[in-house]
């Protein structure tokens, strides 16, 4: 009953959500991925890597994009391109119309939106105040809350919506040169359900949703630094401002969270490890057997590979994204006014 009625509330909410959530969300996820990809390829390549006996260590981020030159030309720079656009742009297009909708069902306006004292009055739900004072919105009461839940919510209904793409870009940038390559992304879902079926597109979402901590510390950050870069300007934050407030978020929850992502990359690679190792008889690894593992054989800082990297690679990600959405969220609603 209580999951029904948040759903019927946030069904409710979505109607209020101005229309341009979805094409600005989208937008600013195409800039940015468009952007980065050359950076997500080589971040990728390092994750995937393992350690072997008889090897020493692992290739650097210079070595691997040499390689990748060497032999597939810039153009193995950018592979992967066309399933990471089709992922960014449902990706942030839900992410940002759930999270919108649920802040403002709960009495805020969403990312973007200008402080109008029309849109408080016409928006805000109120529900009963812990003291006295009798009934306030909730935001004033909780907002960290608010900005915690509808993050997570928000990163929960995207990574489950779209993660059958994260995993063809995944296969895409590890696939190895002395195999068929996939020409497109549909070629690469077609080889990929033949060869391994449906739950295949599926490996690794156990860790993505568990990387939804990610959000949940990226977007509470971002919310208050923005509201302090509004009081130390008296005005919405410039541009600037929104950049330095997107790329400090986005830092702070990549380092705190990038465990996740390597042992996502290795579970949705795992058909091709096991067959790098001649294993045929292939039994169900799981996100902790696959840490211990990595633990095992590779040591703690194997849990990190590419953190550099990755951090070159989303920092800018993230905060031409933002700063996308919001400069788009304010056009389009002047449009439509």
């Given at each position: 009953?209580?999951f ?6 946030l ?5 209020f959500i101005?229309r ?6 989208a ?5 940015a991925s468009?952007?980065?990809c050359?950076?997500?390829?080589v ?5 995937a ?9 692992y290739?650097?981020i210079v070595d691997t994009v040499r390689?990748i030159?060497?032999h597939?030309g ?6 992967g391109l066309?399933?990471t656009i089709?992922g960014y742009l449902p990706t ?5 119309a759930?999270y919108?909708?649920?802040?403002t ?11 109008d004292?029309h849109y408080q009055?016409d ?7 812990a003291q006295?004072?009798?009934y306030q919105?909730?935001i004033r009461?909780?907002?960290w809350s608010?900005?915690?839940?509808s993050?997570m919510?928000?990163?929960?209904a ?15 940038m590890?696939?190895?040169?002395d195999?068929p390559?996939f020409?497109?992304?549909?070629d690469?879902?077609?080889s990929i359900y033949?060869a391994?079926g449906?739950k ?8 993505s ?8 510390v ?5 919310e208050?630094?923005k509201m302090?870069?509004?009081r130390?300007?008296?005005?919405e934050?410039?541009?600037?401002a929104?950049?330095?407030?997107s ?6 929850a990549?380092?705190?969270t ?5 042992i996502?990359?290795?579970l949705?690679?795992q058909r ?6 001649h294993v045929?008889d292939?039994?169900r ?7 211990k ?6 040591g ?9 990297i990755?951090l070159?690679r989303?920092?800018?990600n ?7 959405y919001?400069l788009l969220m304010?056009?389009?609603?002047i449009r439509?006014?």
């Amino acid at each position: 009953m209580f999951f029904s009625s948040v759903l019927a509330r946030l069904n409710e909410s979505i109607l209020f959500i101005p229309r341009s959530t979805l094409p600005a969300g989208a937008g600013g996820g195409l800039v940015a991925s468009i952007a980065t990809c050359p950076l997500d390829v080589v971040k990728t390549k390092l994750q995937a890597q393992r350690a072997v006996q008889g090897q020493h260590g692992y290739e650097g981020i210079v070595d691997t994009v040499r390689s990748i030159i060497k032999h597939d030309g810039f153009r193995g720079l950018y592979r992967g391109l066309g399933p990471t656009i089709l992922g960014y742009l449902p990706t942030w297009a839900i992410y940002f119309a759930v999270y919108d909708a649920i802040k403002t069902h709960f009495g805020e306006m969403p990312l973007g939106a200008e402080q109008d004292a029309h849109y408080q009055h016409d928006h805000v739900t109120v529900y009963p105040a812990a003291q006295v004072k009798g009934y306030q919105p909730l935001i004033r009461e909780n907002p960290w809350s608010l900005h915690i839940m509808s993050a997570m919510v928000a990163g929960a209904a995207s990574t489950c919506l779209t993660t059958p793409l994260w995993v063809i870009k995944t296969r895409f940038m590890t696939q190895r040169r002395d195999e068929p390559r996939f020409r497109h992304t549909l070629d690469a879902a077609r080889s990929i359900y033949r060869a391994e079926g449906v739950k295949a597109f599926y490996r690794g979402l156990l860790p993505s949703l568990l990387g939804i901590t990610h959000v949940a510390v990226q977007f509470p950050l971002y919310e208050q630094l923005k509201m302090w870069a509004r009081r130390y300007e008296g005005h919405e934050p410039s541009s600037q401002a929104i950049l330095l407030c997107s790329a400090t978020a986005k830092m702070t929850a990549s380092i705190a969270t990038y465990p996740h992502e390597v042992i996502r990359t290795r579970l949705q690679i795992q058909r091709l490890l096991l067959s790098e190792q001649h294993v045929v008889d292939t039994s169900r690894r799981g996100v902790i057997s696959t840490t211990k593992k990595i633990i095992r054989r590779e040591g703690w800082r194997a849990l990190y590979k590419g953190l550099s990297i990755n951090l070159l690679r989303t920092v800018p990600n993230s905060a031409v994204t933002m700063l996308t959405y919001e400069l788009l969220m304010k056009q389009l609603a002047i449009r439509t006014h």
